[in-house]
């Protein structure tokens, strides 16, 4: 199994920044990509940013390009979600999501979640 643990959440207002931080532990070896994915009240659970651990490569949902920035510390099986110029928009529960066989960007492929972390945006 894999554990991940996040941090980094918290109130912050329009236009300020906050970085989550997601630390997996446990069986890692095998890890294909992780990312993140945000549910805000009442909406389904949406993709956010995604990395692959083994090039680099990142996705981005459409919402927070030129203003997210998703990476990776392979040493350290951890992904970090640096968040800039938030918008009220924002607000969410944020879930690290970690993926073994795919790359971990719509809810199906991911086989482990974070137990989540709250960012609320004040406008």
């Known amino acids: 199994q894999v554990q991940l643990v996040e941090s980094g959440g918290g109130l912050v207002q329009a236009g300020g920044s906050l970085r989550l931080s997601c630390a997996a532990s446990?069986?890692?070896?095998?890890?294909?990509?992780m990312g993140w994915f945000r549910q805000a009240p009442g909406k389904e659970r949406e993709f956010v940013a995604a990395?692959?651990?083994?090039?680099?490569?990142?996705t981005y949902t459409n919402s927070v390009k030129g203003r997210f920035t998703i990476s990776r510390d392979n040493t350290k099986n951890t992904v970090y979600l640096q968040m800039n110029s938030l918008k009220p928009e924002d607000t969410a529960v944020y879930y690290c999501?970690?993926?073994?066989?795919?790359?971990?960007?719509?809810?199906?492929?991911?086989?482990?979640w974070g137990q989540g972390t709250q960012v609320t945006v004040s406008s």
């Open positions: 990395i692959d651990w083994k090039g680099g490569s990142t």
């Open positions: 446990g069986r890692t070896v095998s890890t294909y990509a």
């Open positions: 999501a970690w993926g073994g066989h795919t790359p971990v960007v719509v809810v199906h492929t991911v086989d482990y």
